[in-house]
């Protein structure tokens, strides 16, 4: 049900959307759920805050993927079998994880690899926005079913007694 009702509020910055509860007469009442980049970062725990960068300078990007045994063109696709074994699983871990697409795992995007950099480099990294950013834009497009751990996370925060 969350998926069908969700909306964005671009003046907000909140995502909004209802779910299906029974009350205690075992009849189906609609609730609101809502949340934002700062619901999302406190739930998940992500401890990162809205003063990180969620872009990466490209230099800085190329430049780590080499040490990370890049082997493909730098101007090229970037396929993570073109990583040495032990980034090529950590890029694979990533990918799986986080990543907004229903296909294509070889090839990461650049917002992945971005992640990817910060993981790496062991700096901040604004994640909770770049996750945000995602639902809504999944909102806004065909809106097939993205984050079902998180979004189930976010409801259990908002939802007591859920089944």
Same mark, same amino acid.
């Given at each position: 049900?969350?998926? *069908?009702?969700?909306?964005? %509020? /671009? &003046?907000? *910055? ?13 009849? %189906? ?6 949340? %934002?980049?700062? /619901? !999302? ?9 809205? $003063?990180? =960068?969620?872009?990466? =300078? ?18 090229? &696709? ?7 074994? =032990?980034?090529?699983? !950590? ?6 994880? !986080?990543?907004?697409? *229903?296909?294509?795992? $070889?090839? #990461? ?5 971005? @992640? ?20 809504? $834009?999944?909102?806004?497009?065909? *809106?097939?079913?993205?984050? #079902?751990?998180? @979004?189930? +996370? +976010?409801? $259990? /925060?908002?939802?007591?007694?859920? #089944?």
């Amino acid at each position: 049900m969350f998926w *069908k009702s969700v909306r964005c %509020d /671009d &003046k907000e *910055k909140m995502i909004y959307s209802a779910i299906q509860k029974k009350d205690e007469n075992y009849q %189906d009442v609609d609730i609101e759920v809502k949340f %934002d980049v700062g /619901d !999302l970062r406190r739930v998940l725990e992500l401890g990162d805050s809205d $003063d990180d =960068p969620t872009i990466v =300078p490209e230099r800085l990007c190329k430049g780590l993927w080499f040490k990370m045994g890049f082997t493909g063109h730098v101007k090229g &696709k970037y396929l993570k079998s073109m990583f040495s074994r =032990p980034y090529k699983f !950590l890029v694979h871990c990533v990918l799986h994880a !986080l990543s907004y697409r *229903k296909g294509a795992y $070889d090839e #990461p995007s650049d917002y992945i690899m971005n @992640i990817i950099t910060y993981l790496v480099l062991n700096r901040p990294y604004n994640i909770s926005q770049v996750l945000f950013d995602h639902m809504v $834009d999944n909102i806004r497009g065909e *809106k097939y079913i993205m984050y #079902p751990r998180f @979004i189930h +996370m +976010m409801i $259990d /925060d908002q939802v007591t007694n859920i #089944p």
